[in-house]
């Protein structure tokens, strides 16, 4: 077990909808990363917090936004949902954002938008 | 632009040895990674390798990079029907914040 936390772990929304999913880090850590994982496919990079801002950002629409709280915990939010938001969501925390730091993932929060 | 590619199924006998197989496109990139998913769970970091290494050695887990190809091969010595996962290649790329790009996963099935 990682000690990163995702709630809740299953979700069930419809189309237009807005949706919050949180994520506890690993004690410790302050940087947190979201990923969108859709069946059959590789983790996509959402975007990344270090001490509460957004510190880089891949190719997701400004309807997909977060936030990172003083105990390093976070959120990520997507406004008007469509259906090909259905996936499963990954938090990774660790401790920085160099690239040969371990991130630590959580179980994810799996989204079906019917 | 960026890509990982991985074959999506492999298929080994208990006690052979496991190689999966990634490419990946971007030569700037500074190190690799090989994650494990098992149903229901998150993504495990298995190992990583920085890119001016050709390989690394960590019990079962052998990595091999070659850079001039930009190949990058993992093996597991004598598979264990534990290691029934998907296996997962990233690789982080300098200049883009440490995000990380994911092939989409090698299924790994032992056959008993």
């Known amino acids: 077990e990682t000690g990163v936390t995702q709630s809740p772990t299953h979700l069930i929304k419809t189309r237009g909808q807005q949706v919050t999913l949180r994520c506890s880090s690993q004690s410790g850590h302050n940087t947190v990363s979201w990923y969108q994982q859709a069946l059959g496919q590789g983790p996509q990079f959402i975007f990344q917090y270090y001490r509460e801002e957004e510190n880089g950002r891949g190719n997701f629409p400004p309807r997909f936004s977060g936030l990172q709280f003083p105990n390093y915990s976070s959120e990520l939010n997507v406004n008007a949902l469509e259906l090909d938001d259905s996936a499963l969501y990954l938090c990774?925390?660790?401790?920085?954002?160099?690239?040969?730091?371990?991130?630590?993932f959580g179980q994810g929060t799996r989204l079906t938008v019917v | 632009g960026e890509d990982v590619e991985q074959s999506l199924f492999l298929s080994v006998r208990e006690g052979d040895s496991s190689v999966i197989n990634c490419t990946y496109t971007?030569?700037?990139?500074?190190?690799l990674y090989w994650y494990k998913q098992e149903p229901g769970a998150g993504l495990q970091l298995l190992t990583y390798i920085f890119s001016n290494m050709d390989m690394k050695q960590d019990q079962r887990l052998t990595v091999l990079l070659n850079k001039k190809d930009k190949h990058l091969s993992l093996r597991i010595a004598d598979t264990q029907t534990g290691d029934s996962a998907i296996y997962f290649c990233?690789?982080?790329?300098?200049?883009?914040?440490?995000?990380?790009?994911w092939g989409a996963g090698t299924k790994l099935i032992i056959k008993p």
């Open positions: 971007d030569s700037s990139s500074t190190y």
């Open positions: 990774a925390s660790s401790l920085g954002q160099g690239a040969n730091t371990e991130a630590f």
């Open positions: 990233a690789e982080s790329v300098k200049g883009s914040n440490y995000q990380l790009i």
